[in-house]
């Protein structure tokens, strides 16, 4: 299985600040046929369900504010939300979807400062 | 509007048979693989496995031995069971395609004598 590690496990940011979470593959998770990335991301807020944010790595979903990007090629992976507002506390999440079984990192848990 | 709304039972006996279904409303069930997520209480998130709409399945081979997941075109649904449970299949469980994108509310089911 392709393990993937997120760092850190929880993250404090003042209001309008920048927010980076960074994941690691035990792998490549490059897919050739579109030259991507497997990778998603996901905010979790208490009692829901994951919601995706960012999928190929660096793609954003529809309706996801512009603050949220995802970076990163190969085996090291990031989400920036460049300025935190309080609807972004929530529990991250990225995940591969290039091998099964499909794996996810452990979460990071980001809070106000 | 799309929605996956699952059900199934929420409290099971050791040894008994986890088994829960999920409606697909308002998008197309063709063309797409239909994915089962867990999540125990307080902690990340678990791939089960998925199903195209043609039946061809992938599952996790941590739970393969335990795991059916089988699919209803005619009626726009796809279901999970799993076998002998245990404690450790305590979860909330979440219907989802396969993009990642639209999810089922989860249901919780715990396994407790």
């Known amino acids: 299985d392709i393990v993937m590690t997120q760092s850190p496990d929880s993250l404090a940011v003042s209001l309008g600040e920048r927010a980076t979470i960074n994941c690691t593959s035990s792998?490549?998770?490059?897919?050739?046929?579109?030259?991507?990335?497997?990778l998603t991301w996901y905010q979790q807020k208490a009692g829901q369900p994951p919601k995706l944010l960012i999928y190929?790595?660096?793609a954003r979903e529809s309706g996801v504010p512009d603050r949220f990007s995802g970076s990163g090629s190969g085996t090291d992976f990031t989400l920036t939300i460049s300025s935190l507002q309080p609807e972004d506390v929530a529990v991250y999440y990225c995940?591969?979807?290039?091998?099964?079984?499909?794996?996810f990192g452990q979460g990071t848990k980001l809070e106000v400062k | 509007q799309v929605q996956l709304q699952q059900w199934g039972a929420g409290l099971l006996k050791p040894s008994e048979t986890l088994s829960l279904t999920c409606g697909v409303y308002?998008?197309?069930?063709?063309?797409?693989?239909w994915t089962w997520i867990r999540q125990p209480p307080g902690k990340g998130l678990e791939w089960i496995g998925e199903?195209?709409?043609?039946?061809?399945?992938n599952y996790n081979p941590s739970l393969k031995s335990r795991v059916t997941i089988s699919v209803d075109t005619s009626k726009n649904q796809f279901s999970l069971k799993l076998s002998s449970v245990t404690a450790a299949d305590t979860a909330v469980y979440f219907c989802?395609?396969?993009?990642?994108?639209?999810w089922g509310q989860g249901t919780l089911v715990t396994v407790s004598s």
């Open positions: 989802v395609r396969a993009r990642f994108d639209y």
């Open positions: 308002g998008i197309s069930f063709t063309a797409t693989y």
């Open positions: 199903i195209h709409h043609s039946g061809n399945t």
């Open positions: 792998q490549s998770i490059f897919y050739r046929s579109n030259n991507r990335d497997c």
């Open positions: 190929w790595a660096s």
């Open positions: 995940q591969q979807y290039s091998s099964i079984p499909y794996t």
